[in-house]
């Protein structure tokens, strides 16, 4: 079956930690995205990737990092400079400006 | 740049009751229009897209939506809601030129059903 898996489900942190949530896809697809999801508030950009070795700043990339080293896989980190990281994260892929989102990953500050 | 609004925070409706969704958009031309639903600590799932051509859309789950270009509008609608369709729902779009696909998502409207 062809999808994205996000990994782990949940994750907890300790202040001071970093902290690296996977993502790997078997679609076939170029592009992918991470997004942070708070309620009420919709999903923002994180990173996003359009080719191997190469990745761009959404709209909060403020104390997190990417890497894109293989098409299936897109990495997210959270570092320990991200001040509010408790929230939702999701993962995508986009072929023809259509997402398909993985199942996400609740993190959570200690 | 593009912009997304859903007026709607939460909706609540009976079961077997007619359903509609508004979303608005700010963008300088006709932009790819996406509806995706949410259940509660799930990813979203894509319900129906608008590309071009017939204005009114089929989806997924007897969903439906019907772009406006006059309104710049994209409500999604359903006709007989079921306990099952209680969920989060997002709108989105993606401009149709720049070739970079970035989507802009609504805040999203938190639909509510009652028995």
């Known amino acids: 079956d062809g999808g994205i898996t996000q990994s782990p489900k949940y994750l907890f942190r300790k202040e001071g930690q970093n902290v690296t949530l996977s993502c790997e896809q078997n679609?076939?697809?170029?592009?992918m995205y991470w997004y942070r999801q708070d309620p009420g508030q919709g999903l923002r950009l994180i990173y996003y990737?359009?080719?191997?070795?190469?990745?761009q700043k959404g709209d909060i990339a403020e104390g997190y990092s990417v890497s894109r080293e293989k098409k299936e896989s897109f990495p997210l980190t959270v570092t320990s400079a991200q001040k509010n990281p408790t929230a939702f994260y999701l993962c995508?892929?986009?072929?023809?400006?259509?997402?398909?989102f993985g199942p996400g990953t609740r993190l959570t500050v200690l | 740049a593009q912009s997304v609004t859903q007026p709607d925070i939460h909706i609540t409706v009976s079961e077997g009751a007619s359903l509609e969704l508004r979303c608005n958009y700010s963008?300088?031309?006709?932009?790819?229009l996406f509806w995706y639903v949410q259940s509660p600590g799930q990813g979203l799932q894509l319900l129906l897209k608008?590309?071009?051509?017939?204005?009114l859309v089929q989806g997924i789950k007897g969903f439906e939506a019907e772009f406006k270009r006059s309104q710049s509008s994209f409500n999604l609608r359903k006709p007989s809601v079921h306990w099952s369709d209680a969920a989060e729902y997002f709108c989105?779009?993606?401009?149709?030129?720049?070739?970079?696909?970035?989507?802009?998502f609504g805040r999203g409207t938190s639909l509510i059903v009652h028995p």
């Open positions: 995508a892929t986009s072929l023809a400006g259509t997402q398909y």
């Open positions: 679609l076939n697809h170029d592009a």
């Open positions: 990737s359009q080719i191997v070795n190469d990745f």
């Open positions: 963008y300088g031309a006709t932009p790819y």
């Open positions: 608008y590309f071009s051509g017939d204005t």
């Open positions: 989105a779009v993606v401009p149709t030129s720049g070739g970079s696909y970035i989507p802009t």
